[in-house]
């Protein structure tokens, strides 16, 4: 049974979705693997490490994709890659299936079984496979390194002969995976740390990280749902948190804002007037720009000067650390192949509710609900 990884073609990708040394498990366990020449090169790794590894490298892609049974990928395929892969074969990676599902047309057409990471569900058995979890704590930490770059103050308290450096003080707004991994880098680099969440919950978390949590009093509701994610709030409980917002954002040095709602916009936190509060200098980085932003004036991947403030809105982080963030990612997937490949061949249980919830696909269907809802509000 062929596996096959590709030289992701996304504008911007620099990460590969299987690293060598998951390449050679694989062939222990009796699979074939093809690599793309390159596909490595841009996370740091050499084709001849992918040779050596025991895989076979070619440059010609048609073949690769003709040729694929498991075909791991980062970003989902163009739409005339999809068309190439055979009927059968098994994809997996991160295909957007709920914000961008019409995308996926072609491949679901030609009976390609697809298989989304950002579906795998949220469950301990399925931690390892979290690709979701593994990206955002890469995200988080680069937000601060981004932040304290361009900040035009250290870090750090210093006290020094020429008197003393105050520390830097980062606010971190939604507190999930990548603000807690913000918390604990901005913690690191000697900053003291604010952070603010809907979830009463991430205040444990967030103090464990030696971080003060700002609570809102949102009159008694419960803002947590029953998968632990956060729910979507009225207008009146989000001025609350907005308000807040804007009085701790005025003090300032770093703004890093994470908050997201499950397959819905991110929510507006940040107002224009609180932009324009900020103190000169103050770097903001919107880590929700993918999903329209937690700030009125983000222009998503795009970088702002408003009044001397530093408005960041990277669409993808992770490909500023392509080494760390393509060896999570291999890890997650090689455990997610741990369920699907036995003795050498594809053994698709949907029983499992890890295969049943991040199956898109199969069988030229939409098999998913979520998915095929969303497909329909596309139409
Ligand atoms: P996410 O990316 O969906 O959202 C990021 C954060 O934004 C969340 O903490 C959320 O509460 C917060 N948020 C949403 N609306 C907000 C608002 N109006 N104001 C302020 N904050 C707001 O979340 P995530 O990082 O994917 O994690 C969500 C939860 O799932 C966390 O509790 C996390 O610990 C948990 N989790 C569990 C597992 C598992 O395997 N059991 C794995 C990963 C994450």
Redesign the pocket.
């Known amino acids: 049974m062929r596996l096959v990884i590709l030289k992701e073609a996304a504008v911007g990708e620099t990460r590969v979705a299987l690293q060598p040394d998951a390449v050679k498990k694989l062939i222990d366990k009796g699979l074939e693997v093809s690599v793309e020449a390159g596909a490595g090169v841009a996370s740091g790794i050499s084709d001849q490490t992918y040779a050596e590894a025991g895989a076979t490298l070619t440059a010609d892609r048609a073949a690769l994709l003709g040729s694929a049974e498991i075909l791991p990928v980062i970003n989902a395929p163009s739409a005339e890659d999809q068309r190439k892969i055979k009927p059968g074969c098994v994809v997996i990676g991160f295909l957007r299936p709920l914000d961008a599902p019409a995308q996926l047309l072609p491949a679901v057409e030609s009976g390609v079984t697809l298989f989304a990471v950002e579906l795998v569900p949220?469950?301990?058995r399925?931690?390892a496979m979290?690709a979701?979890?593994s990206m955002?704590t890469i995200a988080g930490y680069k937000a601060v390194i981004l932040a304290a770059d361009t900040l035009p103050r250290l870090f750090p308290m210093l006290m020094t002969a020429a008197g003393t450096v105050a520390p830097a003080k980062v606010f971190v707004?939604?507190?999930?995976?990548?603000?807690l991994q913000a918390i604990a880098t901005a913690r690191r680099l000697g900053a003291v740390v604010e952070a603010?969440?809907?979830?009463a919950?991430?205040g444990e978390?967030v103090r464990s990280l030696g971080a003060k949590f700002l609570d809102v009093d949102l009159g008694g509701l419960d803002?947590?749902d029953k998968?632990?994610?956060?729910k979507e709030?009225s207008e009146e409980a989000?001025d609350r948190?907005r308000d807040l917002i804007a009085k701790t954002a005025k003090t300032a040095d770093v703004i890093i804002t994470?908050?997201?709602?499950?397959g819905r916009r991110s929510?507006l936190?940040i107002r224009r007037d609180a932009v324009e509060n900020m103190r000169a200098g103050t770097v903001l980085v919107d880590l929700a720009a993918a999903g329209g932003g937690n700030c009125e004036l983000t222009k998503p991947g795009e970088t702002q000067q408003i009044n001397g403030v530093t408005l960041f809105a990277p669409l993808n982080l992770t490909t500023a650390v392509p080494g760390h963030a393509s060896q999570l990612y291999s890890r997650n997937i090689i455990n997610f192949l741990a369920l699907i490949v036995k003795d050498g061949a594809l053994q698709l249980n949907f029983e499992d509710e890890i295969l049943s919830g991040s199956c898109v696909a199969r069988e030229g269907k939409v098999v998913n609900p979520r998915v095929a809802s969303a497909l329909e509000a596309t139409k």
């Not at 707004?173 to 603000?179: L, P, S």
């Not at 603010?196 to 979830?199: L, M, Q």
């Not at 998968?227 to 956060?230: E, L, R």
């Open positions: 949220r469950i301990t399925a931690q979290d979701l979890s955002a707004i939604g507190a999930g995976v990548a603000g603010y969440d809907v979830r919950a991430a978390q803002a947590e998968g632990g994610y956060a709030l989000l948190g994470t908050a997201a709602i499950p929510p936190l």
